[in-house]
């Protein structure tokens, strides 16, 4: 197996998706993260069965398999003295400490900065967040929808600009995914720093900071002019100057979506390929500058065109074209995908009649696809970790006896 984080031992006390997401990350990368769950209540998404429109039978848990997969789980209270003594204990064996609890419950917790350095100088501190750990807002919580879609200007950015509403993320812990795999990288590098020069370092991720970092090249653009990102409008929409750039709709209401940045290098080999030779002669398209300008009557030519034929007619026709397209797919056509397959971004998980299929994180090391394990069961591992750490069974029922652990 290719796992490069194996021997880090990375300690999570978080909730939900997004900082969960890159424990799943670095559990996809060979960490052995322990997480931390209170012994009642545990992670408050194990009990979701219901994801938008679709409603989850079975044991199957597609937010939890997400951002717990491959992680050991224990149960145990901060807030009683023997939990945080516990934790503490955990702390002193770690590599990493990982959290999205705001500042004013870490410092009720114990759970800070100071308080983890005081048992282990050389672990790793990470906090993900929703607004920074600077400014105004540092206080202040929440979640993908609020600070890395809609104040991020993701929301605003996706939304064509002649409808009337906001367009959603598309799909659950869009944003927290996308943010996991952020601290995932930013741990990543601050133990490579660690190991090359003894330096511990406290690491911040915010919602809002990947949103923006998402947006980047819009939010450039409005601080070199003032201007804001004005988005096409909605349908099959094409850009103004370049009609191999945007979406087009088939004969049988699917789309394809071309990215020919270069639209004159490929205009020629595409209207042929589509039966538009007519066009690659044509004196208005003749040109890098013509074509620009008359992007317009291309775009129309082209759009009646392959509204009349199917999308497979069109695969079947643009098989081994050089330029840039792509079936624009549901959700269910990309679990099925054979590239995503054949490049370990979606992988078996488990055995037996326990075998199912699972979304990895994006990276491959040496071309090899990832090997994921199950999400843990609540309370799975306490008693094992304790052991781990020096502890016997005394400690196990002294620990029970007090409400400290499930």
């Known amino acids: 197996m290719n796992q490069p984080m194996t021997g880090v031992r990375v300690l999570e006390v978080a909730q939900w998706t997004f900082v969960p997401s890159a424990g799943a990350v670095l559990a996809d990368w060979g960490a052995d993260v322990v997480k931390i769950e209170h012994p009642r209540t545990g992670d408050a998404q194990r009990g979701l069965r219901q994801l938008g429109h679709i409603t989850i039978e079975g044991n199957r848990n597609p937010v939890m398999e997400h951002a717990n997969r491959g992680k050991r789980s224990v149960a145990l209270d901060m807030a009683n003295p023997a939990g945080r003594e516990l934790l503490l204990d955990i702390a002193r064996t770690s590599d990493v400490f990982l959290t999205n609890f705001l500042p004013d419950a870490r410092a009720k917790l114990g759970i800070d900065v100071d308080d983890l350095r005081a048992v ?200 081994g074209f050089s330029g840039q397209w792509a079936v624009v797919q549901n959700t269910a056509e990309v679990a099925a995908d054979p590239q995503a397959r054949a490049n370990g971004n979606i992988v078996a998980v488990g055995d037996g009649d326990d075998r199912y299929d699972l979304v990895a994180s994006p990276v491959l090391f040496d071309e090899e696809p990832l090997t994921l394990a199950p999400m843990p069961e609540f309370s799975a591992n306490t008693e094992e970790l304790i052991l781990e750490i020096g502890g016997d069974w005394d400690r196990i029922s002294d620990l029970k006896d007090k409400g400290a652990i499930a």
């Open 120 to 319: 282990n100088p050389d672990i790793i501190y990470a906090r993900g967040s929703a607004y920074g750990a600077l400014g105004a807002d540092a206080r202040t919580g929440g979640y993908d929808m609020t600070g890395f879609w809609s104040r991020a200007g993701g929301a605003v950015g996706s939304t064509p600009s002649d409808l009337d509403g906001v367009v959603p993320q598309p799909g659950p812990a869009y944003g927290d995914s996308l943010g996991g795999m952020t601290i995932a990288g930013g741990i990543a590098a601050a133990l490579f720093e660690r190991e090359r020069t003894g330096v511990a370092r406290v690491v911040d991720i915010s919602l809002l900071g990947v949103g923006i970092w998402a947006s980047g090249v819009a939010v450039n653009a409005a601080l070199a002019t003032g201007e804001p990102w004005i988005t096409n409008t909605a349908g099959a929409n094409v850009a103004p100057n370049n009609p191999l750039v945007g979406f087009y709709k088939t004969g049988d209401s699917r789309y394809l979506g071309v990215s020919m940045l270069q639209g004159f290098r490929f205009f020629g080999d595409f209207c042929r390929r589509i039966g538009l030779a007519e066009l690659a002669d044509d004196e208005r398209f003749s040109s890098h500058e013509s074509l620009t300008r008359n992007a317009a009557a291309a775009t129309e030519a082209i759009r009646t065109r392959l509204a009349s034929e199917t999308l497979d007619h069109w695969r079947s026709v643009l098989e």
